[in-house]
């Protein structure tokens, strides 16, 4: 703990922490370390964890990276924390992020931007950015994020790291500040695959006070990693043609498609007739979602209240307007837009109706290949400040992580070297519903 503290206070320019529970996790070592000894400790003892800052934990404050809830502090923990604890994590602080997770580069954030380590110009990822580098740089030994279109994924390419979105229904969201609720998802950050394997058997699995979850078992993801035999993958074609992808990720791609044919898995590309389909639709449903899930932040009810509110009206639109950021107030806008009586129809019942085709067509892939092999991103970290004008530009390079959350299959990003510049690259294996032991087998040796 205190070898990752001195990495805090000698990292704190790059913004990944929005606090740090210094004292509480050194006292916690000294409980764990105790434990240790009469050999009564967890699965987890003395893992160092940091958690995303959308992730509730009892008498600690929760921002979600929002100035509207600046100051208010949580009354219990989240299943996946009180999990974590269980097993003798400790947990070292909450990260920073994109504001209520909308976003994919932590410059959405009331804190400020994430700084990439590998590169202190560039973006973190997003919208664990802050989860992703507190990893990347040392801070920690493994983070937790929430992936609803890509946030654990895309940072973790970008970082270098390895990020899993485990299927929809896995792990409770029992305390996680919901931002679209048939999406997210909690997922850790690693270095390794075991980590991600451990994580991921700890947070899993039934909770009552979650009613979308899988009542399946839960395997020990962590003890069963083995080899796989050989394996049938798919790529989608436009990840190699498409203008869109940067060159040096399409050779990434094409020298890892070469190398699993070597190794004698078969590799063939495939057509995806609904590629243009999966941003709109994911971005239509997310917000319609986000619109519903941030009424609750009213002025009233939690965190931040307008001094100038003076009737209940003022104090919702006040209260509302000075505390949620730009792009979170962009979404809550179209949310209520398509979801609006008139506009109800020609999108948001569009958008399911494009989600099912986009899930059936997902699975009839993985009916016949056991992956779909993409980028995490088409392109790495890029600069801080690169000003979009059009927000849709930066909605479009999600385009590889949406498709696992429309389809609420797992999906896994992987570390794949540096591009020429030094920054990480990553690639993306998704899979069947409930298979995330294949994933993670496949993704140890695929390394
Ligand atoms: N970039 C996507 C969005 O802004 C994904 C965010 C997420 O997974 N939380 O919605």
């Not at 997003?126 to 279109?149: E, L, N, P």
Request: glycine share 8%; aromatic share 10%; proline share 4%.
């Amino acid at each position: 703990v205190k070898g990752y503290l001195e990495k805090i206070k000698h990292n704190a320019h790059l913004n990944a922490f929005n606090e740090v529970f210094e004292q509480e996790a050194l006292t916690r070592a000294n409980d764990i370390d105790s434990r240790i000894q009469l050999g009564s400790a967890g699965k987890l003892a003395g893992m160092v964890i940091g958690i995303k800052d959308n992730i509730c934990y009892k008498d600690h404050k929760v921002s979600a990276s929002s100035k509207i809830l600046e100051g208010f502090t949580s009354i219990y923990s989240s299943t996946i924390v009180e999990r974590l604890l269980a097993e003798d994590a400790i947990i070292i602080g909450r990260c920073n992020c994109d504001e209520f997770a909308m976003g994919a580069s932590n410059e959405n954030s009331y804190y400020g931007p994430v700084k990439n380590y590998a590169d202190n110009t560039k973006v973190s990822g997003g919208s664990s950015g802050g989860s992703a580098v507190a990893v990347q740089a040392g801070m920690c030994h493994a983070a937790i994020g929430t992936d609803t279109g890509g946030s654990v994924r895309q940072p973790a390419s970008f970082c270098g790291l390895v990020g899993l979105k485990p299927t929809y229904g896995r792990i409770s969201r029992y305390g996680i500040i919901a931002y679209a609720s048939s999406f997210d998802q909690v997922g850790p950050i690693t270095r390794s695959i075991e980590d991600a394997a451990l994580l991921l058997e700890v947070m899993a699995g039934p909770d009552e006070y979650d009613s979308t979850l899988a009542q399946k078992p839960v395997p020990a993801f962590s003890a069963n990693i083995k080899a796989p035999g050989k394996k049938k993958i798919a790529y989608l074609q436009e990840s190699l043609s498409s203008p869109g992808v940067d060159a040096e990720v399409k050779n990434t791609l094409s020298k890892y498609i070469d190398k699993l044919r070597a190794e004698g898995h078969t590799v063939n590309p495939i057509a995806f007739d609904y590629l243009d389909y999966m941003v709109p639709s994911y971005y239509i449903l997310a917000t319609a979602e986000a619109s519903s899930n941030l009424a609750r932040f009213d002025g009233v009810h939690y965190g931040y209240r307008s001094p100038e509110a003076s009737d209940l009206q003022s104090t919702y639109k006040k209260s509302r307007s000075e505390g949620f950021g730009k792009e979170v107030k962009r979404r809550i806008m179209l949310g209520t837009f398509v979801l609006s009586a008139g506009y109800y129809d020609a999108y948001y019942a569009k958008a399911q109706k494009a989600r099912r085709l986009i899930r059936e067509k997902t699975e009839e892939i993985l009916l016949e290949y056991d992956f779909i092999l993409t980028p995490t991103a088409p392109e790495p970290a890029y600069a801080i400040g690169k000003e979009e004008s059009d927000p849709v530009v930066t909605y479009l390079a999600d385009i590889f992580t949406v498709q696992a959350s429309l389809s609420g299959v797992p999906a896994i990003s992987l570390p794949a070297g540096n591009n020429s510049k030094g920054l990480p690259l990553g690639l993306q294996l998704i899979t069947r519903q409930f298979e995330e032991q294949e994933l993670l087998n496949f993704s140890e040796y695929f390394l």
